[in-house]
């Protein structure tokens, strides 16, 4: 399979778009970032809340849960709020699943006392790839927060056992690129969402076909280029965090 | 990877639970059916309505959608239903959204003038593998709904590009099991669903890690039992609908 | 007062419907069965609740209560979910109170600990006589997962202290017909359901004019008619559970 | 069947309680009232609304629809306001629903344009019997603004083809009583509303067994101890309309 | 600044409206009364219930909020009712919050249990000014109210710090007028509503320009103003309360 | 009046907190920036919908909306959510009224289509004042937004007719203080918001006794110092705006 000969952005086939970190962007949250990739920035914070704090959940106490919403001028034509429109966005609930899953995957709460952890990823801009950068995103916010929880004594161990990382990869007759932007996005004939750790296993591997299916072949196609893409931004954090502490 | 010595069920690894059909279970929809896989039941009507019924959808006018729900009594503990508690269920939201995006990718609205067709999938009773038998059956109730309108004129070309089918495989400890039930399904480190073509070709993918990520190989190892599955879901339904008409 | 000299389906005025009956539909429920009135088809499942399940009832602790709905493709044209429109369909939420108040009078809940039994009344396919049906199926499905529950000990003595079924009469001209479907009911000039007890007492009495008001002769008419049907039902129920056990 | 010797409140068995009416308490409205039966209080009042003024109706563009609904203060312990629960109070939903469907079958509706009748039935104080008393109180408002429509040429004939009133009868151990306040309704075995004509026809009959189930005849001895209660509440409203006017 | 020469109702600039007081319309309220201020209606009532009665506010114990609504009939076009609409009404959300703030800043709580005290001002008939009248109507039917409570040893010391009432200044081309009908306010440069203290403190100064800004010397004359009203107000309840008992 | 001697954070009782603004935040808008004042921080938005974009707004058509909202990370502990809860939260409804309110006052819409201009102010992080820095930077966002209409022929002439600024003033035992931090602003006897234009006239005034009442004097000198304040607001922005292009 070839790459886009001439991606109209001039990226390579298998260039991310740039990254960019501002670290502790809520002084009341444990760990806080805006994390860009392209024109898409996404705000997350990490908190805890004591005991139950969502209504009527009637599970077990210590927990982890994720929240996805759009400010509304992330999107032109601006997007309603979920307080104004009839009932809650239902694509804002899919993406919060979706966190909230893959960081339940590789979090170890049994330490964790009576506590309900919060990730709020708040999309600033939307330029595709929100759900990914979103996952990224939290993944490094958790672990800011986890440092702050060890020593304040909240927690005796960690509880992230693995840091994760996911991008999108675009399909289009036989064509793959790694991280497409909204105007490429809308033209794919099937978009697939990884979600994998630093020795490139799967957390979460969700996608399909936006206009025609697509064989296997392709699906490992997107993973190698998924492994690339990941690697670049684990590597990213990694270095802006040495440089911001 | 080996197959489960033992399924406490006798099943082999590679064996789907029992498949049954009851055709034309609504007298008012355009086509439906209660397709059973082991104790899963699902109810599937594919009804058509004129113009815009959606509130406030404001896109364009040929749509097809899905809405998944479940009877309260298809779980044990009972389920509260949707308009009893204080918002729509968030996992039923996802699972929808699944299934019409599945449909969309295979469906060629064109031909369709302003109409939406509704997908309803009622879950009857819930053994695990609810939301790939809504996909398999939805595929078969759209089929029939189509020979309808063919034949009323409402459409004058088939809107069905592709028959899909859908199932589930769980993964543990190197371990890969077709369609697992929810005992099974509840001590899987991993879960992932395919939505294949009947050439296998893919639609939609999902799942992840429960508890423990899991390797591209594994996910090969999947992908190869899912053919399988669904090969026999789609002949399971020729042989059906050849018997019943 | 006569009879209509020919329904247009060949019933006689003082004909049911054709009654079926599948018991046990639902592998999860105390009590469950689907219950058909020509094409009026009613799922119906009885099940328990530890403690107060109900949102911020704040009532004492052992209660009985019916909820009735809809599935979408029980009509023509569909019935949106009251899940996916702006509030609860209003219609439901009167059947589901005349149901519970029903129960309620029939049953002697001091010997249940604090519990809550809820009477799930589904309509798979409305063809009007839906919340007669929806009574009628409740009272079996209630003395099904009563023996369960006398036989697990939840229960030491029976709860039900009445059987009730409930039939639906319609007037039109000074011409009474038992069990209306809905081509005929929708021309009635008056409309009532009798909830009546295996000697024919009342428990609930409620009907009114459609299109015309009518006279207690008129009533007086109705009851006897209500009276040959219930005594039909309930000889229906003996006879298959009998069969069925 | 014999009347309860004493009643606490020294009423007969077949007296109704001290009625009370003040008409035209809202300038906004074209027939408004007070109506006091007892320390029941209900505050009717009648406008007329151009178009579909409901959301999402899509009937018929005539209409009439009843509103029923508490305030907070008119009951002991305070009741909560709809828009501060979680949803629309059942109990108001199942009386609204009541109340219009009386009044639907009394009006004829073809003379009036592309308007909607309201009647809002707001209880300023609950002491049992408010459905009834509501239904007596609209048929009179109804009648003041149509008076007022007739004159300002918005209709050309009356759209209220009869007069209704309604009683509500309590039934306790063979003894019946017309009018029950809130101390004896909550003892009764039994308790059903008459909504009747001028000429003691039935508009709606509705109630039930409250602990035990009653008898035909019991019934019927309720139906005529409804028609004095209506025919003087018929001949109070004729006596004070005249003295108002 | 001069006063209009002529209100077309005949009233002076620095006139009240016609006051009338009925007090205790709800025999279930600890103290209530009927506040018209010209055809200005507010029924007001004050109760008491046990410890956290409202859905899941999670505050401390004692505490004193208000509900301010409209009857649908106060308004010509009659208003929705909330719980009919999507939700609720932001403008009565906007006043219930000034009058509860208003009344928190005058209470002293302390001596008071485990209670929650509710003020609730329906809108009987709104012709402006209905949020000024419906707190200096709650100062007084909580002063009632407490009366009560005393007598009952509730509490042991008056909880009600500072009596307050309200009135509303329209401003328009360098005019004041006290107390605007919905006529004088529908055309006015801006619109002032003062709380104020028997000694003319301030405990609320709320309002802006409704379509030209004012000067503060504008507002210093506004407060003269008010302040002749609030004297007003605060020598009828005096004068009214002697004659009622 | 005396100065707060020492405030604990070192600035003088007539001081604002550090003013910091960042242009243009959003691409999608038409003017939009995020305004720090302190740590308080708002990111302010104006965009342009085509014709009635509000659910049944049934209004005139040009029209100026402000949304007001916290992410849930801007306060410690976290804020739920508005789609999260019962309901939408009742302090931002007020405060989206206030601010809708006080930009309508200065705006002329006559000459502006058929469109709906909606200004989204969510709160980044809350350190109070939150409600004054939004209108302050939604005078500024809508003149950036103006600006970009203008150029593209939209609108023909300006329909900013002033530019507003807003700050707090806290009173505290006859101490005044300019713009209070939360820690401030919790222990406050009064706090009063006033809404400025650069003349000094009054576009709102709003605010209150938390907990002891205040006299007229006290209210001019709280002018008096917010007269200072917003002066010094329009310099910064005058003076960055004027850096920024």
Not at 48 to 53: A, K, R
Not at 127 to 143: E, K, N, P, Y
Not at 170 to 191: C, F, H, K, N, R
Not at 203 to 212: K, T, Y
Request: proline share 2%; glycine share 6%; charged share 25%.
């Amino acid at each position: 399979m070839d790459a886009l000969v001439a991606r109209k952005n001039k990226r390579a086939f298998n260039q991310l778009r740039r990254l960019r970190v501002t670290y502790n962007i809520f002084d009341f949250a444990d760990g806080s970032l805006l994390f860009e990739c392209g024109r898409t920035k996404i705000m997350c914070a990490v908190t805890l809340q004591n005991g139950v704090t969502q209504f009527m959940r009637g599970e077990k106490s210590e927990w982890i849960t994720a929240e996805y919403a759009m400010l509304p001028a992330a999107t032109r034509p601006r997007t309603v709020r979920d307080a104004h429109g009839p009932r809650a966005n239902q694509r804002n609930i899919e993406i919060s699943r979706l966190i909230g899953r893959a960081l339940r995957a590789v979090c170890d709460l049994s330490a964790l006392g009576d506590y309900t952890i919060t990730v709020d990823c708040d999309v600033l801009q939307a330029d595709a790839g929100t759900r990914t950068a979103s996952i990224s995103a939290a993944s490094v916010a958790l672990t800011l927060a986890q440092a702050v929880w060890l020593k304040k004594g909240i927690i005796t161990k960690p509880i992230l056992k693995e840091k994760i990382a996911a991008v999108s990869i675009g399909y289009m007759q036989d064509t793959l690129i790694l991280d497409p932007d909204y105007s490429e996005d809308s033209v794919m004939d099937a978009d697939v969402n990884f979600i994998l750790t630093e020795s490139k296993e799967l957390i979460e591997v969700q996608g399909g076909a936006e206009r025609n299916q697509f064989s296997w072949k392709a699906l490992q196609g997107m993973y190698d280029l998924a492994c690339q893409g990941v690697e670049e931004i684990f590597t990213f954090f990694e270095r802006t965090e040495k440089a911001d502490f």
